[in-house]
């Protein structure tokens, strides 16, 4: 059976939207500002994007500040089609706690990462619907080490229950990955090394040293 090729869907869509010559609100889940700018680039061109930074499970809360001082900073200077408004989400970091319980020591990608994404996810619809979004999205697939199946999967599943319709996609195809770390260089933003979460921190952290060894 071959995978569905969510780039071209998200493709297509944007072809319907110019061929309409319409500009759609998107609610753009945003995880930072690297990740963000091949995102921007590409979805400016269509849509009147917002960017939602909501990412409870980023720590220290410091952290979670100055992922959002970052992306507001690249906001301001990327030449993009109109300037996206930034949506500061709460930082409800005990939510995410709780939805890892049990889970801290499974490896990066597997089930507690899947209830993070539909955590984010789910906040994104919620806002959607009730700011009068034409689509929802996220950043997140951009990311090499992001399941795209299982973003788009919950995101389908997500809009049927909010009733906004979710944008397909996978940022990392067409070397949108690349063109991201690129970006990133050429306005001087600041790239973690890890997810966010404290877990994703100490694997890294682990690869690091083990790397040195």
């Given at each position: 059976m071959?995978?569905?090729?969510?780039?071209?869907l998200m493709q297509?869509?944007?072809e319907?939207?110019?061929?309409?010559?319409?500009?759609?609100?998107l609610?753009?889940?945003?995880?930072c500002a690297?990740?963000?700018?091949?995102?921007?680039e590409?979805l400016?061109?269509?849509?009147q994007v917002?960017?939602?930074y909501?990412n409870?499970n980023?720590?220290?809360?410091?952290?979670f500040?100055?992922?959002?001082?970052?992306l507001v900073?690249?906001?301001?200077?990327?030449?993009?089609?109109?300037?996206?408004e930034?949506?500061r989400?709460?930082?409800?970091h005990e939510r995410?706690?709780e939805?890892?319980?049990g889970?801290?020591d499974?490896?990066?990608?597997?089930?507690?990462?899947?209830?993070c994404?539909?955590l984010?996810?789910?906040k994104?619809?919620?806002?959607?619907r009730?700011?009068?979004?034409?689509?929802?999205?996220?950043?997140?697939?951009?990311s090499?080490?992001k399941?795209?199946?299982?973003?788009?999967?919950?995101g389908a599943?997500?809009?049927e229950?909010?009733?906004?319709p979710?944008l397909?996609s996978?940022?990392k195809?067409?070397?949108?990955?690349?063109?991201?770390?690129?970006?990133?260089?050429e306005?001087?933003?600041?790239?973690?090394?890890?997810?966010g979460?404290?877990?994703s921190?100490a694997?890294a952290?682990?690869r690091k040293?083990?790397?040195?060894?």
């Amino acid at each position: 059976m071959s995978k569905i090729r969510y780039d071209l869907l998200m493709q297509e869509e944007i072809e319907r939207c110019k061929s309409r010559g319409v500009r759609p609100r998107l609610l753009l889940h945003v995880c930072c500002a690297p990740c963000s700018t091949a995102c921007l680039e590409q979805l400016t061109e269509a849509f009147q994007v917002t960017c939602f930074y909501y990412n409870p499970n980023i720590e220290p809360e410091a952290e979670f500040e100055h992922r959002l001082s970052e992306l507001v900073r690249l906001t301001d200077e990327m030449p993009l089609q109109g300037v996206p408004e930034v949506i500061r989400g709460e930082y409800e970091h005990e939510r995410f706690l709780e939805l890892a319980r049990g889970l801290e020591d499974v490896p990066e990608g597997g089930e507690r990462c899947a209830r993070c994404y539909r955590l984010r996810l789910e906040k994104t619809a919620q806002a959607a619907r009730d700011g009068g979004y034409d689509y929802f999205t996220t950043t997140l697939s951009v990311s090499p080490y992001k399941n795209a199946e299982k973003l788009n999967t919950i995101g389908a599943t997500l809009a049927e229950a909010y009733g906004v319709p979710y944008l397909f996609s996978d940022f990392k195809k067409h070397d949108g990955y690349l063109r991201s770390i690129r970006l990133s260089a050429e306005y001087g933003l600041y790239r973690q090394d890890y997810c966010g979460c404290i877990y994703s921190k100490a694997q890294a952290a682990r690869r690091k040293q083990e790397q040195e060894q």
